[in-house]
């Protein structure tokens, strides 16, 4: 009888120790998430800056050797990150595709131009950098007209800003959430044992002795949730950047490192933190409150 009500006890510990770990898992996924974009977020953002194309519009005259040896040019300018000739034929079908194949019908009279899709570093990709820019590429007889689409980097560097703040925000909230739901599991858990510890109390044992198994499971709880969150979020990022490659040189693997690292002092202090307080607040009960 006893040795099946042992094994009772040690299903429901388990049980409950189980789910602590998942609950907690859950909330460093959050975290981690949050991590994530914040620890590369001059990186997201270099990246749509370093994709918003210039459009370069060349004059009639201008022959494709010209062009090319144009685009070459423009592509060793430092400021400049890549210079893509697109020619009259690549041209004519990129019209057939926004406008349908008949267009010609209506543009007949009209010769579509050569044009180099231009993207900066994404250091220059801001107003004054975008005129001075713009400038520098009128100088050439070939060009006809330089599109620099300053509004939509206004908008880029305004969405940027409104991100960052958001994603500040978000973390210290996470964090207080996470703080009061693992503070919460852990001292559920530790109730759970209240007779026990009491038991301790009654035969001399110091707050210091009862705290200390407690806070060696409190570091296995956080290190196994940090583990489980770590690898749900390396599992998800995996199937991303499979679906999207070109992430892969937005996330590093030193920025991964440092994400995996917070998600493991996350889980592993709050854990130790709440487990601190949960049984001084146990040990500090009289025996009436250790029924309610």
Not at 165 to 175: F, H
């Amino acid at each position: 009888m006893a040795k099946t009500t042992n094994r009772t006890i040690k299903r429901r510990l388990a049980g409950a120790w189980l789910s602590s770990v998942i609950s907690i898992s859950l909330v460093l996924m959050l975290i981690g998430a949050a991590a994530l974009v914040g620890v590369n977020a001059r990186r997201v953002s270099d990246y749509f800056k370093e994709h918003l194309q210039m459009e370069v519009l060349l004059k009639q005259e201008a022959g494709e050797k010209q062009a090319a040896e144009f685009a070459a040019e423009l592509q060793s300018r430092p400021y400049v990150n890549s210079a893509n000739l697109v020619t009259r034929e690549q041209g004519k079908k990129e019209l057939e595709e926004m406008l349908g194949k008949d267009f010609l019908e209506v543009f007949e009279s009209t010769s579509i131009p050569l044009s180099i899709e231009l993207t900066l570093k994404a250091d220059y990709v801001n107003a004054d950098s975008l005129a001075m820019v713009g400038e520098a590429v009128r100088k050439s007889p070939l060009v006809d007209e330089v599109e620099s689409r300053g509004h939509l980097v206004d908008i880029l560097n305004a969405n940027i800003s409104t991100i960052a703040l958001a994603l500040a925000v978000l973390a210290l909230l996470l964090l207080f959430i996470s703080f009061v739901l693992i503070g919460n599991t852990v001292r559920l858990n530790v109730y759970a044992r209240r007779f026990t510890v009491h038991a301790m109390q009654l035969v001399g044992a110091s707050r210091a002795f009862i705290r200390r198994p407690f806070m060696r499971s409190a570091v296995m709880m956080g290190l196994s949730a940090s583990l489980v969150a770590t690898a749900c979020l390396a599992g998800g990022g995996y199937l991303l950047m499979r679906n999207f490659p070109q992430l892969a040189g937005v996330f590093t693997p030193a920025g991964l490192a440092l994400v995996a690292g917070i998600i493991l002092v996350c889980g592993v202090g709050i854990c130790l933190v709440s487990t601190f307080f949960a049984v001084n607040r146990l040990t500090g009960m009289d025996k009436d409150q250790l029924y309610y």
